[in-house]
Structure formats: structure tokens, C-alpha cells
């Protein structure tokens, strides 16, 4: 069965400090990937995505991905944590198909909770 | 540009009674999806629309059920609601064709007394 599965259920960095969150996937052929940020009560923004090409993408408010087929992931990473970025993650996947049919059914982890200390 | 809007934001029905949420995709977007999301866990994919039609169901019991209309929107209906249909609804909309991310709006909190 296909499954994101994100370690961390719970991160805390202090303001200036490097961020790296973990993003494993199981499945049977290569997916697209996404990283999503999540407010408390809001909805879900999307931070970068992999298609396909350069497995270094580079995403909105600083943050970057690096895909690794060899290892099944797709982990976030920012060089610089902002109080701002206190927030929920989610990693989700959806299997590539070029009729389009599956771009709807992303697959989602469990999400890491983010928290900044200034 | 207008994102993906939700209607209503906040919701608090009982057991035993019927909802129905209401999604409107973002211009030129013609794919709805919707998701559920209970407190503490990832959302959860309910169904997939296009063209009206059905292109994808997840594992979730007849009470839900959806529908898609020609100016794109969509409507999640859920019968017979349960404490545990208690979650944030999630609409998401997208291009059906070609390497285009899903958008969301910020969701439907509905809360079964």
C-alpha cells in the first residue's frame, strides 16, 4: 500500500538555527511530491513540489527540498528558522500518471508540528 | 486572483442530521477535491471531481457523497453524521491536465454535538 510517513511528529529549533524534516514514501514507482505548510485553522499552502529533473527544488519563504530515489525521500530543509515558520508540515505524495487522473489524490504523512524558540 | 473558497468557515450540526459544505475552485481550475482532515492527523482524500463526473473515491462510507457542477464548484454532502465526522474539511482545486499542484482553501471546521 502506499504511505508517507514523517518521523517527527514534533520539531523545536530556536530562531536562526538550520530546520531539516523528514519525508519517507513507499511506493511502487516514482511519485510527485509536495511539501505543504499548515496555520493553526487555516487551510494548506504549498511550499515546493518535485515533478521530475533537478532533485534540488527550491520552494517559497527560503525553504528547499531535495528528492533521494536511492532512500525513498523527500526532506524539507531552510538554512534559517524565522519566528514565522512555527507551523504544521505535511508531506504528501501522488503517483505520477500522464493522463492527469491521479493528480487529485494526494497521500498525506502524519505532518510535524514546528516550534521556534526566539 | 481569488484562491479556493470555502463555505460556511464554521459548522456545529448533531448526530444523526445531514451537512453540506460548498467549495468554489479557483478560476480556470476545473478539478475539485476534497479531503478530511481529523485533529492531529494528515487529511485524508474523500473524492476527486471532473467534469461532473467521479474520477476518484476514497475510503470513506456512502454517507458521503459529492457532486461537481458546470461552473466548476462542487458540494460535500455527508448523511446520518457521526461524533466521529467531527474534522476540517478541506477543498482543493487544480488543472487537470499537466504537472499542476493542488490548491486549498481554508477549510470547513464542522463540529458533530
Known amino acids: 500500500a502506499q504511505s508517507v510517513t514523517q518521523p517527527d511528529i514534533h520539531i523545536t529549533v530556536s530562531e536562526g538555527a538550520s530546520l531539516e524534516l523528514r519525508c519517507n514514501y513507499s511506493y511502487g514507482a516514482t511519485p510527485y511530491l509536495f511539501w505543504y505548510v499548515q496555520s493553526p485553522g487555516q487551510g494548506l499552502q504549498l511550499l515546493l513540489k518535485?515533478?521530475?529533473?533537478?532533485?534540488l527544488v527550491q520552494g517559497i519563504k527560503g525553504f528547499e527540498a531535495e528528492f533521494k530515489r536511492s532512500q525513498s525521500s523527500f526532506n524539507l530543509r531552510k538554512p534559517s528558522v524565522h519566528w514565522s515558520d512555527a507551523a504544521e508540515y505535511f508531506c504528501?505524495?501522488?503517483?505520477?500518471?500522464?493522463?492527469?487522473?491521479?493528480?487529485?489524490?494526494?497521500?498525506f504523512g502524519q505532518g510535524t508540528i514546528l516550534t521556534v524558540h526566539p | 486572483d481569488a484562491g479556493v473558497t470555502q463555505s460556511p468557515t464554521h459548522l456545529i450540526k448533531t448526530r444523526g442530521q445531514h451537512v453540506t459544505l460548498r467549495c468554489s475552485p479557483i478560476s480556470g481550475h476545473k478539478s475539485v477535491s476534497w479531503y478530511q482532515q481529523v485533529l492531529g492527523q494528515g487529511p485524508q482524500f474523500i473524492f476527486q471531481?471532473?467534469?461532473?463526473?467521479?474520477?476518484g473515491r476514497g475510503n470513506f462510507p456512502d454517507r458521503f457523497s459529492a457532486r461537481q457542477f458546470p461552473n466548476y464548484s462542487s458540494e460535500l454532502n455527508v448523511n446520518a453524521l457521526l461524533l466521529g465526522d467531527s474534522a476540517l474539511y478541506l477543498c482543493a482545486s487544480s488543472y487537470w491536465q499537466g504537472n499542476q499542484p493542488q490548491h486549498f482553501g481554508d477549510g470547513t471546521r464542522l463540529s458533530i454535538l
Open positions: 504528501a505524495v501522488v503517483l505520477a500518471n500522464a493522463g492527469g487522473t491521479s493528480y487529485g489524490k494526494l497521500t
Open positions: 471531481y471532473y467534469e461532473k463526473e467521479e474520477r
Open positions: 518535485y515533478f521530475s529533473g533537478d532533485t
